[in-house]
Structures are given as structure tokens and as C-alpha cells.
């Protein structure tokens, strides 16, 4: 900071959120930290995704840098193999209780040679098909779900949908609860594009043009 004084971002990881290490970014001018919580169930997040850590330590570390006054983006993902509604609102319920600063959320996309890939596969959600469209890099995590999931409308949905519920006002949350209820995932998509400047308050202009882009 003596030196350079800008201030910059990172990633963290709940387990290496230590109160020491918050503080010394604090003092050398960190501005965001981005977390990935991946699913509010511990469960899904213990099996497939690797991540073992209970909720209450995604909790505390996301309170750990909110309380040292430094930014805190989330991000989570929807439309995993065998994921349930249930789930996927537990995911959303994480989001909104941490209360972030801005929130990101994606579908997932089968990645080879991965475990949730394999997974994906014997679970039936990803056919012959479907692991053609990967070889051919045909879609992503940003776009449309190329699982057979039988909640994909749903996913697609919240993917859209949480950025703007974690920055929504609560008297208006019963709202975005309807749009989410009735699988409106075009209404989620437009009011993801509208509101970009405030669910993304830290983007900038170039990030704003190229989410803006990958929307399109």
C-alpha cells in the first residue's frame, strides 16, 4: 500500500479466511474478495463437488471479511447432477443470508476428465449427445444447461435470478419469489440485463459491456 496504494481483488476459500490474514489484506487495500459457496447444501457440496466444509463455515468467513469492511462477491451454481429444487433453494437461501455484496451464479457445465463430468454421465443427464456438444465447446456455464436435467428450467431461472435477489430491497423479494415459482427464466434474463449496473455495483464499464456481450 506504501507503495502502490491501488486497491485490487482475489479469490478466497472459506477454510483460508483466517481473521489474520483479513486483517493484513484489509491494511494492504483489498477491495473485493470472491467466494465461491457452490451450493447451499452441504450434502451436494460434500459428494460431488469436494468442497466438505459445513455451512457455518461459509457463514463465518463471509462475515470475516464483511466485518473488516472489505467487499464480498459470492457465487454459486445451479443445475448440478441430481440436484434437486430443494437444493437449489437451500443455494439461494445461502446467497441471500450472506447478504454479499454482489453475487454471481452460473449452470453447470460438464468439464472433462472431471468428477461431476463422470458423475453427470452415469447418472443419465449427459447422453452421447450432449458429450459431443462439450468436445465441440457448444455452450457453458453462462449460458443454457446442456443436461437432461429435469429441473433445468429452474436452474436456468435461478442462474439468472440471484444476482438481482441478493441486491434486492426485501419488501420486494415476494416478486422475484414469483418470477423463480413460474420458471419465468426470459423475465429473470431481462431483468438481469436491466439491472447490471446495480447487482454488479464494482463491474465497470468494460465488465459491464462484456456481461452485457455473453447476456446477448
Excluded at 88 to 110: C, G, H, N
Excluded at 140 to 166: N, R
Aim: net charge positive.
Amino acid at each position: 500500500r506504501k507503495r502502490i496504494n491501488l486497491p485490487w481483488y482475489c479469490f478466497g476459500y472459506p477454510t483460508t479466511i483466517k481473521p489474520g490474514l483479513v486483517k493484513a489484506m484489509k491494511s494492504a487495500n483489498c477491495h473485493t474478495v470472491f467466494m465461491g459457496v457452490d451450493s447451499g447444501d452441504a450434502g451436494l457440496r460434500r459428494s460431488l463437488m469436494e468442497r466438505p466444509m459445513e455451512d457455518e463455515l461459509i457463514y463465518e468467513a463471509a462475515r470475516r471479511i464483511q466485518d473488516a469492511g472489505i467487499g464480498l462477491q459470492v457465487s454459486c451454481i445451479y443445475g448440478n447432477p441430481g440436484e434437486t429444487p430443494e437444493q437449489m433453494f437451500k443455494t439461494l437461501e445461502m446467497v441471500d443470508r450472506i447478504r454479499p455484496t454482489q453475487s454471481s451464479a452460473y449452470i453447470f457445465y460438464p468439464f472433462p476428465r472431471t468428477k461431476m463430468y463422470t458423475a453427470a454421465v452415469e447418472m443419465g443427464y449427459l447422453d452421447a449427445e450432449g458429450e459431443e456438444k462439450v468436445r465441440e465447446g457448444i455452450s457453458g456455464y453462462h449460458h443454457e444447461s446442456i443436461l437432461k436435467h429435469p429441473h433445468k428450467e429452474l436452474a436456468e431461472t435461478l442462474a439468472k435470478v440471484t444476482p438481482v435477489y441478493a441486491r434486492t430491497p426485501e419488501v420486494l423479494k415476494p416478486a422475484v419469489r414469483w418470477i423463480i415459482r413460474n420458471r419465468m427464466k426470459r423475465l429473470a434474463l431481462m431483468l438481469y440485463v436491466i439491472l447490471i449496473p446495480i447487482t454488479f455495483p464494482f463491474l465497470g464499464m468494460e465488465g459491464i459491456r462484456s456481461t452485457l456481450r455473453m447476456a446477448w
